[in-house]
């Protein structure tokens, strides 16, 4: 959008709302204990107090339902509505100052964030201690720097021997393209440790380290996380720009939502009012947080990789697009479904479900629809994005056993494919296409250019893979047998075509 319009936009919405007047003024902090379950549910009754459902726009009313206690700003008609409605209620804290109600409830009584959370330079300086311990398993890549503080965006890439590059598949798990999402940063962190301390003392780990690359990216919105993490607002979720040209940043909703900034589908995902969460952005890839990750997507092609996110204990994968499923929806649903059943929610009574997203400007269409890897978003926790801290090693603990649902997927059944010329053995970018599979949905994929290889997860079976690249003749396998649980080799060498005079 136009500045000038940015700058209507904003005098605009301050004017209605000085008209309307009609504002509800909330200045009380009300804890409602053992909230009846049909209060609760989305659907739920609606008794005079109104429902308590937890929103994830919403920061207006309800802040947090976790395990039966509401957190909710109220007026005094809304309190005294909650007590004839016979709800347990106490008022936790009385302020003019809705920041101060929203910090209350969501960082807790200090009114500063539970230091059982990372804030980023400790998340940085610990992967530093690792990396200087133990650099044949941890190196750090620095893939980008933030839109408007540039700071670093870094990305750690772990192996058996992470000096050397190596030819096999590769993962990614990211988190906090949301910063008031930190369980993501958290649970990505838990994961490194678990890797370095595990190799060579687990058997599972070590299997992981010595057959994949896996890269993370603990933090990918990293100024929007220093405002949670420093103090400053819980609800900080966009990144920093100045989207006003003020001058001045971290007042509450500026920033653009850097899990709308990619550029598959870009203009239907997300909205042009910056005042609003879910705000996309000038133009694709406008912020550099996208770039980073777009920067490390080029740098090495991934197989599998997730998002993590909160909240709702759910598992979004790619997609459903007018009715339609992704080109690879067998595959990819198959393991959204794995990695779901693994995954206890916070009440241990079940676990996450699975639901396709849509194909629009967030990283998992973009890392499936661009780059063929099969991207999940894993929304972890529910009723709020900040946890109290006794619940944090939970979500943590349950998310790992999703981690190694998705790694045993890493390992097939799907073809190793390796493109190389006949004539000198280098490897080739060649087109790798399976016409019966991908659709004009999704972007053609290709052998990488360090070893020519492309990791390619598919269903047992027969498979028809026509390999092309310019200036070769193209080789047309018709019956690819992809056998049941490990990785199917197809080395394809191209001839050189032919040149007319
Ligand atoms: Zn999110």
Request: aromatic fraction near 8%.
């Amino acid at each position: 959008m136009h500045l000038r319009k940015i700058l209507m936009a904003w005098s605009l919405f301050a004017v209605v709302k000085i008209i309307s007047g009609a504002e509800v003024v909330r200045p009380l902090l009300v804890e409602i204990r053992h909230a009846p379950e049909a209060l609760i549910a989305a659907d739920g009754v609606k008794a005079g107090s109104g429902r308590f459902s937890f929103d994830s726009y919403d920061r207006e009313r309800v802040l947090s339902v976790v395990a039966g206690n509401v957190l909710t700003l109220a007026s005094r008609e809304e309190l005294a509505l909650m007590k004839q409605d016979g709800l347990e209620v106490v008022v936790v804290m009385e302020s003019e100052d809705k920041l101060t109600l929203i910090k209350r409830a969501l960082y807790g009584e200090k009114l500063q964030l539970d230091p059982i959370y990372h804030r980023y330079d400790q998340i940085v300086r610990r992967a530093d201690e690792l990396a200087k311990a133990y650099p044949e398993l941890i190196t750090r890549l620095q893939i980008g720097e933030t839109t408007q503080f540039h700071q670093p965006i870094y990305a750690f890439r772990l192996s058996n021997n992470v000096t050397r590059l190596q030819e096999r598949p590769a993962v990614l798990f990211d988190g906090c393209h949301h910063s008031d999402e930190v369980m993501g940063a958290e649970i990505v962190v838990a994961l490194m440790e678990k890797l370095v301390a595990g190799y060579g003392h687990d058997h599972e780990v070590t299997g992981w380290m010595n057959s994949l690359e896996i890269y993370l990216v603990p933090v990918v919105n990293v100024d929007g996380h220093n405002v949670v993490t420093s103090g400053h607002d819980p609800r900080w979720r966009k990144n920093l720009r100045d989207v006003n040209s003020d001058g001045v940043t971290g007042i509450y909703p500026e920033g653009v939502d850097v899990n709308r900034g990619y550029d598959f589908n870009w203009a239907m995902g997300g909205t042009d009012d910056p005042l609003k969460a879910n705000y996309r952005g000038a133009h694709p890839f406008s912020e550099s947080e996208n770039c980073a990750m777009r920067h490390l997507a080029d740098a090495r092609q991934f197989l599998l990789s997730v998002s993590y996110h909160s909240q709702g204990e759910v598992i979004y994968y790619p997609w459903s697009w007018n009715g339609l499923p992704a080109p690879d929806d067998a595959v990819i649903k198959s393991i959204a479904t794995d990695v779901a059943a693994r995954i206890r929610t916070m009440s241990g009574s079940g676990t996450y479900a699975i639901a396709p997203g849509g194909p629009s400007s967030q990283s998992y269409p973009w890392f499936y629809g661009r780059r063929g890897d099969f991207d999940f978003i894993i929304e972890t926790g529910k009723g709020s994005h900040l946890f109290p801290p006794a619940e944090v090693p939970g979500i943590i603990a349950a998310n790992l056993e999703g981690v190694r649902a998705l790694l045993a997927h890493a390992a097939g059944p799907g073809l190793a494919v390796q493109v190389t010329d006949a004539n000198s053995g280098q490897p080739l970018v060649a087109e790798v296409w399976l016409p019966a599979i991908e659709n004009e949905m999704v972007d053609r994929r290709h052998s990488d250019a360090r070893f020519g290889r492309l990791w390619r997860l598919l269903k047992p079976g027969k498979h028809q893979v026509i390999v092309s690249c310019p200036g070769y003749r193209t080789v047309v396998v018709r019956d690819c047998l992809v056998g049941g649980n490990s990785w199917t080799p197809l080395k394809v060498e191209l001839i050189r075509a032919a040149t007319t005079p």
